[in-house]
């Protein structure tokens, strides 16, 4: 089964950037893929997603400040956090964009603090 491993995250201040990865061990061309984030206490909420084409879709909090992105001849997926706001504080997650899930990989954290 498809493994996911996140990378990049780290800790940033407030109007900085960060450029997340997500690595599956296998070929993912034929899947949506998306990003989702979990803060303390709080939910796993849905972030950006990307079509199989190549189309994005953000979450209003994120529109115009995050872009997705993917490299299908790597098996990667990507998202690229621009003007970050401690509420984008959380762990990131990459997965199918909707069930059926593949195995959640141990997300990137990312911390946004002066």
């Known amino acids: 089964q498809v493994q996911l491993v996140e990378s990049g995250g780290g800790l940033v201040q407030p109007g900085g950037s960060l450029r997340l990865s997500c690595a599956a061990s296998?070929?993912?061309?034929?899947?949506?893929m998306a990003w989702y984030r979990q803060a303390p206490g709080n939910q796993r909420d849905w972030v950006a997603a990307?079509?199989?084409?190549?189309?994005?879709n953000y979450a209003d909090a994120v529109k115009g400040r995050f872009t997705i992105s993917r490299d299908a001849t790597k098996d990667r997926v990507y998202l690229q956090m621009n003007s970050l706001k401690p509420e984008d504080t959380a762990i990131y997650y990459c997965?199918?964009?909707?069930?059926?899930?593949?195995?959640w990989g141990q997300g990137t954290q990312v911390t946004v603090s002066s």
């Open positions: 997965n199918n964009f909707g069930p059926p899930w593949l195995p």
């Open positions: 296998e070929s993912i061309f034929d899947k949506a």
């Open positions: 990307i079509s199989r084409g190549g189309s994005p």
